[in-house]
Nanobody, 123 residues
Framework: QVQLVESGGGLVQADTSLTLSCVAS????????MAWFRQAPGKEREFVAS????????VYADTVKGRFTISADSAKNTVYLQMTSLKPEDTAVYYC????????????????WGQGTQVTVSS
């Protein structure tokens, strides 16, 4: 079992930065693929970025590539999402997720989810 707790969301202006954190706990932690998804009102939950815990391989959605960076700190069991040049269309609830897959952009491949943290970007 894996437990995920996100933090760091808030209300920010466009073209500013924000960093989200996801603290993970549970057994066999190092075997999981970690990712961030987001869901805006009335829209499907979408993939943002993922990182393989064992080799740090990262994958990004085209909409955030070059602006967002995912990273992991194994000593703190924490995954981060550094978001820069934020846009109003980045407004959503951001979720941390864990998967036993080696790489996936699909929400149905993720076994564990956090409760989400709201990010609101004003223009």
């Amino acid at each position: 079992q894996v437990q995920l707790v996100e933090s760091g969301g808030g209300l920010v202006q466009a073209d500013t930065s924000l960093t989200l954190s996801c603290v993970a706990s549970g057994r066999t932690w190092g075997r999981y693929l970690m990712a961030w998804f987001r869901q805006a009102p009335g829209k499907e939950r979408e993939f943002v970025a993922s990182i393989n815990w064992s080799n740090a391989y990262q994958v990004y959605a085209d909409t955030v590539k070059g602006r967002f960076t995912i990273s992991a700190d194994s000593a703190k069991n924490t995954v981060y999402l550094q978001m820069t040049s934020l846009k109003p269309e980045d407004t959503a609830v951001y979720y941390c997720a864990a998967s036993i897959s080696s790489s996936s952009r699909h929400k149905w491949d993720y076994n564990y989810w956090g409760q989400g943290t709201q990010v609101t970007v004003s223009s």
